[in-house]
């Protein structure tokens, strides 16, 4: 994988972790009161996207 | 939030929705990754074959193989809707004689029977409270149509729940009636496949139609499917004399693009929901047995075997009298509670739909329907 493929593809798995955590706003509306489990889920989307994050950056400024 | 001019849709986010056209189509995250991905023109046509369900590269062949198994048919086509799957049925029959329908069908089952050139003849409902179709009415019709026609209608049409009342009707024994007439059996199941399941082979239907946006978790744009039982592959999809790859009922290639992407990543979700299909009316009884604590009265069969539910609501018309919104107090009382779905100034009248919603969800819909009723 080239180097822009592999931003490109990071780019897509941080757009599926948005659907992922849109996901359970659906499930919890209209409060979005969670349960542990889904917060556990919406804080390892967040690292997830954060790392991903890191990753294009690196790439970018190289 | 905007998107340029358009204005962002988070209905589904931040609400219940109750809207009964909208419950069943809700997409999964699966559906939406698969749009995200295939959103641009033609993006289905990347590695074609010719035709779009000969298609491998997405595997569409292989997915509508599948789906004629799960709806218990033997070959099946990707549509542009439920309206379309009928019409083509329709076209493909009609030689100008008639139709016979069941009294609470879809509009759209009727224009396009009358496009096709069909005279429509229908199987009224049997009237308040539960407006139910009658399935041996149908022998009824089809001797009627007969004594003035001189033939049996070219084709039946059952829609197996109505978009009106939630109302299921005992496809099988319709069925049962057009095979014995040798009426080719047309099911309309825009509000049941992908809900619930269904096997056209022990109903007796010759052709199912089904409908993507409505009932399969599916979105992006329309998508339907038509499937048909062995035998009638070369009428109902038979290819242009020119274009032996391109099925005249759809135009050769229906669906060129996300929606019928989107279809196919909620294929399973949709396999294993069909199997949780008793919990959904549970919810769907509940909440009509929690309102009818007041004064409201579910229209339609009884008990419930749907999730879209009609109400006759005389509690909120009487409060919408005197309130300073009027009719418009409902919508606005609901909205403030993070309900929509319903149509904005009704109060007396209205269709609501449970599907999906978890038992904590339809438990509050309920709560606040008696708060603002006073219950």
């Known amino acids: 994988m080239n180097f822009m493929e592999n931003v490109v593809e990071i780019t897509f798995d941080m757009a599926f972790l948005i659907e992922d955590m849109r996901e359970i706003w659906r499930r919890t509306a209209p409060f979005h009161k969670l349960n542990e489990e889904e917060k556990k889920q919406i804080l390892t989307i967040i690292d997830s996207i954060k790392k991903n994050c890191d990753l294009i950056s690196d790439r970018v400024s190289k | 939030m905007n998107i340029g001019k358009l204005e962002l849709r988070d209905r589904e986010e931040s609400f219940i929705n109750l809207n009964p056209l909208q419950t069943g189509g809700r997409t999964t995250s699966d559906a939406r990754k698969a749009i995200i991905s295939y959103i641009d023109g033609y993006s289905i046509c990347d590695w074609c074959k010719g ?28 549509t542009n809707g439920c309206r379309e799957a009928k ?44 407006y139910k179709i009658n ?53 309309n199941t825009a509000y049941s496949s992908g809900r619930m399941e269904i096997d056209g082979k022990k109903i007796g239907a010759d052709f199912i139609a089904c409908s993507g946006h409505k009932s399969w978790a599916a979105g992006g744009g329309n998508i339907g499917i038509l499937a048909i039982k062995e035998g009638w592959q070369d009428k109902v999809f038979k290819p242009g004399a020119n274009w032996k790859s391109k099925p005249l009922e759809i135009l050769g290639c229906s669906s060129r693009g996300a929606s019928l992407l989107a279809l196919m990543a909620s294929f399973p979700h949709v396999k294993e929901r069909v199997k949780k299909w008793d919990e959904e009316v549970k919810k769907a009884r509940y909440l009509v047995n929690e309102l009818e604590k007041i004064d409201i009265k579910q229209i339609g069969e009884k008990p419930k075997n749907h999730d879209l539910i009609k109400l006759d609501t005389p509690v909120y018309d009487n409060i919408a009298k005197t309130h300073k919104k009027k009719g418009y107090f409902l919508y606005y009382e609901l909205k403030d509670r993070g309900i929509i779905g319903m149509k904005a100034g009704r109060t007396r009248k209205f269709k609501i739909s449970t599907y999906g919603l978890s038992w904590e969800q339809v438990s509050y819909v309920a709560e606040s329907f008696l708060e603002i009723g006073g219950g």
């Open chain 2, 51 to 78: 035709a779009l369900h000969i298609t491998t590269e997405p595997d569409i062949a292989g997915f509508l193989g599948e789906v004629s198994d799960f709806l218990g048919m033997d070959y099946a086509l990707p």
């Open chain 2, 87 to 130: 019409y083509g049925v329709m076209h493909a029959i009609s030689t100008g004689g008639s139709i016979l329908c069941d009294g609470n069908m879809h509009y759209s089952s009727e224009v396009s029977a009358e496009r096709a050139g069909l005279k429509i003849y229908k199987v009224p409902n049997k009237g308040e409270p539960e």
């Open chain 2, 135 to 187: 399935p041996e009415d149908y022998s009824e019709g089809f001797e009627l149509i007969k004594k003035e026609t001189g033939k049996y209608p070219e084709l039946a049409l059952l829609t197996h729940v109505d978009g009106e009342y939630g109302n299921v009707v005992d496809a099988k024994e319709v069925g049962k009636i057009c095979n014995d007439y040798s009426v080719p059996f047309l099911l």
